[in-house]
């Protein structure tokens, strides 16, 4: 009767294929060639190869041109490549550069050496970010890798507003566009995926064919009235194509051709502490309206103020020690009532919205780190303050506050983050601290100031690099930064 040994079989496996491959590396018993166009080649055992993958396992089981002269020729890959192979065949174990996996993920698929091309579609999961993104997906679609395809569309849907600013999102096909587009699991604001589909449509004039189709994919009803104004006005592929044109103007008009709200003009709404109300401004006729009621916790204490889409939001701080407060409302619904959102970490600082996030700089800590909120998951989280807030041409202005020797100061920092440059001018008869600044239609409106002692409301042209005549504010009382631009 015979009894099985204990023998550590892994092991001597192990030294049976160690052994092989020292016989590689000394060509001895070697009986086929892999080669490349014009090099020596690579010197292979037959039986090893063709155990290991299943292209030479039928090449070599048949009678062919490459069996009886004992070398065959690989095309469209680098011999580095192979090589990296041929050594993860005699071994098991392979290590490759960034910049050879694709190739050698070519040449693995090609050779069927399934283990091989599995670690590298794992590893390219793990480190898939929005620059590696496209070229991910390329590879995961050529080589018919299901779960790497998979994992990048959830990716994308999870992190669309982010790979829609990389250059290669403009090269998208329309058909992995429209997958975007239509899944249930994009997050994205309609505004966001409008904007996002525009840039795509703009790389490449001919792609507004494809606008209609792609369009019904987006809420229009979900975007703010004056961007489908912009859409109808300002964008081409747009007001050429009928189709899409009384698409966009029937979500602004409706079936009956009655305007929902064609007249949303930009005023100035500031936060009035006499009234305890908002206030806005109709700049050009100096007509102002009142509005929504101010939340008790903003009447005791100052807030940043900002508006992004159809809602206006306040970041209120020094109430108790150490507590603050963040609310939102509808500001165009006149009956709206103010919500809370979540809680940031800071007291008190400057605000701004960008990419449908809001970003905020805390101005009472010593701190290289900036806040931003996501409106659609309700969360704060924190970039470092060296990354770029401001992208593209956006004109940032900055209110002097006092001089060296205590008085008010007088100067505007004008800084254009186009071209990194900033310029300084000095205000003839506007010395004040503590004002907000608003740039419209060439203007810069400065606001206030010295926490509502000065209630007029000053215009520098940057055209004619003349302060105009103050706008009175009435009686409004009103705490540095409470003001913005707001469509109404």
């Not at 903003?298 to 407060?325: P, T």
């Not at 998951?377 to 506050?401: D, Q, T, Y």
Request: hydrophobic fraction near 40%; glycine fraction near 4%; proline fraction near 2%.
């Amino acid at each position: 009767m015979e009894r099985k040994l204990n023998i550590n079989t892994e092991e001597c496996r192990m030294d049976v294929l160690a052994k092989l491959n020292s016989f590689r590396k000394e060509s001895k018993y070697c009986d086929f060639v892999i080669t490349t166009a014009g090099r020596k080649g690579i010197p292979v055992h037959k039986c090893v190869v063709a155990a290991s993958s299943e292209y030479f396992d039928a090449m070599l089981s048949h009678d062919t041109k490459e069996t009886r002269e004992g070398v065959v020729e690989i095309h469209d890959a680098e011999e580095s490549s192979i090589q990296k192979c041929v050594d993860f065949m005699y071994t098991g174990e392979a290590s490759v550069s960034d910049e050879m996996q694709a190739d050698v993920l070519h040449v693995a698929h090609m050779f069927g050496l399934h283990g091989l091309y599995n670690a590298i579609a794992l590893f390219l999961e793990h480190e898939l970010d929005c620059a590696t993104f496209f070229a991910t997906r390329q590879i995961a679609n050529i080589y018919g890798l299901p779960r790497l395809v998979s994992v990048c569309n959830d990716f994308a849907l999870k992190n669309f507003l982010d790979i829609a600013q990389m250059e290669d999102f403009k090269k998208l096909e329309a058909k992995d566009l429209d997958f975007l587009l239509s899944a249930d699991g994009l997050e994205e604001s309609d505004r966001s995926k409008c904007k996002a589909l525009m840039i795509w449509i703009n790389y490449d004039p001919s792609r507004a064919e494809s606008l209609f189709s792609l369009l019904k994919h987006i809420d229009l009803d979900q975007t703010p009235v004056n961007y489908r104004m912009f859409l109808v006005k300002e964008e081409a592929a747009v007001s050429k194509y009928k189709e899409c044109f009384e698409l966009v103007m029937k979500s602004i008009f409706g079936d009956k051709g009655k305007s929902c709200d064609t007249t949303l003009k930009p005023r100035i709404v500031v936060f009035d502490h006499t009234s305890m109300k908002m206030r806005s401004l109709e700049v050009k006729k100096g007509i102002w309206t009142e509005m929504q009621d101010l939340h008790e916790d903003m009447r005791r204490s100052r807030s940043a103020v900002l508006v992004l889409e159809d809602y206006l939001y306040a970041f209120v701080s020094e109430l108790n020690e150490g507590d603050q407060k963040n609310y939102r409302i509808k500001y165009r619904e006149c009956d709206a009532k103010w919500e809370a959102i979540a809680v940031r970490r800071g007291r008190w600082g400057r605000a701004v919205a960008l990419n449908d996030y809001i970003y905020i700089n805390d101005q009472d800590q010593d701190s290289n780190l900036i806040e931003r909120y996501s409106p659609r998951e309700n969360k704060w989280s924190f970039i470092a303050r060296s990354e770029h807030v401001l992208k593209g041409s956006v004109m940032a202005v900055a209110a002097g506050g006092y001089n060296p020797i205590g008085q008010h100061a007088s100067n505007l920092e004008i800084f254009c983050a186009s071209s990194n440059m900033a310029d300084v001018v000095t205000l003839p008869n506007f010395a004040r601290a503590c004002f907000m600044c608003h740039f419209l239609d060439g203007i810069i409106y400065l606001v206030g100031g010295d926490r509502g002692l000065t209630t007029t409301i000053g215009a520098y042209d940057l055209k004619t690099t003349a302060v105009t005549k103050p706008i009175t504010m009435d009686a409004i009382s009103m705490r540095h930064c409470e003001s913005v631009i707001a469509f109404l």
